[in-house]
C-alpha cells in the first residue's frame, strides 16, 4: 500500500483521496475498535427493544452453532438514516458507504456537560490547527462508555438495561449534544458525518430532535453510541459500515479506526 499523502503536521493533504481510494487507508496504523458490542446486556435508549440472542441450533444436536437475533435498528453503534427522522427521507441501504469512510478529527468534551454550540465546536476545532476540509468529525464526551464502565453488575435483560422508563434512562445518560447552532456549524462546515459516543447527538429531553433534523436535512450522516473512552482526540481515518437492511430507517454498525503513526 502506498503511504498517505501529508502536509502540515503530517496530517492527509487531500480529503478526497482519503474518502474514495481506499489505497490511502495507513499501512501501519493502529486498527481501533470504537463500536459498542450488542448483547443481552447492551444498555438501549429508553424505550428501544432490548436485545435478545437466542441459539435455535446447538453443534450437539445439529451439528452446527444457529443463534436467533433480536433487537432495534438503532442499537449499539448505529448509523440513523434520513427516513428515521424525515419524511420520504433515505434509508439505511441506500447511503453512499464513502461519506462514512475517510479522514476523523476527533474532538473532547468529556470535561463539559450540556449544549454544544457553534461557538465551543469552533473554539475547539481552531485549536486543534486541523485542515479545514476534513469529513469526518467524531465528538468524544464519554457518556455512553463511561456510564457504562461505572455502571458495576450489569442488570439482566429485562430488567435495568434497556427497560428503564424515560425519565430515569435521561437522567442516566443525559450528556453534551449538539444545540441548533452547532448542528448548523457541522452542516456549513461541510462535514460529510458526524459521530458522539452518546445515544443521541440531541438532547434526550427534547421531543422535536432539532439537531437530527439539520443534521440528516443537511446531508451529514449521524453515527451513535461510539466507544471512544479510550481514544485520544486527533487524526484518524474512519471507517463505519450500516447493515445493509432494505427500507430500514438505521442500522448496527461496525465502526473502526485507524491511527497514523
Known amino acids: 500500500m502506498e503511504k498517505v499523502p501529508v502536509g502540515v503536521e503530517g496530517?492527509?493533504?487531500?480529503?478526497?483521496?482519503?474518502?474514495?481510494?481506499?489505497?490511502?487507508?495507513?499501512?501501519?496504523?493502529?486498527?481501533?475498535?470504537?463500536?459498542?458490542?450488542?448483547?443481552?446486556?447492551?444498555?438501549?435508549?429508553?424505550?428501544d427493544p432490548v436485545p435478545a440472542i437466542e441459539r435455535v441450533c446447538t453443534l450437539e444436536k445439529e451439528g452446527c452453532a444457529v443463534s436467533r437475533l433480536s433487537f432495534g435498528s438503532h442499537t449499539g453503534t448505529h448509523v440513523d438514516a434520513p427516513s428515521h427522522i424525515l419524511e420520504n427521507g433515505m434509508t439505511i441501504d441506500k447511503l453512499e458507504l464513502k461519506n462514512l469512510m475517510g479522514t476523523a478529527l476527533i474532538l473532547d468534551f468529556s470535561s463539559l456537560s450540556?449544549?454544544?454550540?457553534?461557538?465551543i465546536l469552533e473554539k475547539a476545532f481552531r485549536n486543534t490547527a486541523a485542515p479545514g476540509n476534513i469529513p469526518i468529525l467524531l465528538l468524544k464526551t464519554e457518556a455512553f462508555s463511561r456510564k457504562q464502565r461505572n455502571a458495576g453488575e450489569v442488570s439482566p435483560p429485562g430488567e435495568e438495561s434497556g427497560s428503564q422508563d424515560m425519565e430515569?434512562?435521561?437522567?442516566?445518560?443525559?450528556s453534551a449534544y449538539l444545540d441548533e447552532s452547532g448542528a448548523a456549524w457541522i452542516v456549513e462546515k461541510g462535514f460529510r458525518t458526524i459521530g458522539i459516543d452518546g445515544f443521541s447527538v440531541?438532547?434526550?429531553s427534547?421531543?422535536?430532535l432539532p439537531a437530527h433534523h439539520i443534521l440528516l436535512s443537511g446531508s451529514v450522516n449521524i453515527v451513535e453510541c461510539l466507544e471512544l473512552g479510550s481514544v485520544e482526540a486527533g487524526i484518524y481515518f474512519f471507517i463505519c459500515l450500516p447493515l445493509k437492511i432494505e427500507s430500514c430507517d438505521g442500522a448496527p454498525a461496525r465502526a473502526l479506526l485507524i491511527s497514523y503513526s
Do not use: C
Not at 26 to 40: E, Q, R, Y
Not at 114 to 119: E, I, K, P, Q, S
Open 11 to 47: 496530517l492527509p493533504v487531500s480529503v478526497e483521496e482519503t474518502q474514495v481510494d481506499l489505497e490511502k487507508i495507513p499501512a501501519h496504523g493502529k486498527i481501533i475498535d470504537i463500536t459498542t458490542p450488542i448483547s443481552p446486556f447492551t444498555r438501549t435508549f429508553p424505550g
Open 114 to 119: 450540556g449544549a454544544l454550540t457553534a461557538y
Open 168 to 174: 430515569s434512562g435521561k437522567e442516566e445518560f443525559d
Open 202 to 204: 440531541d438532547n434526550l
Open 206 to 208: 427534547s421531543e422535536t
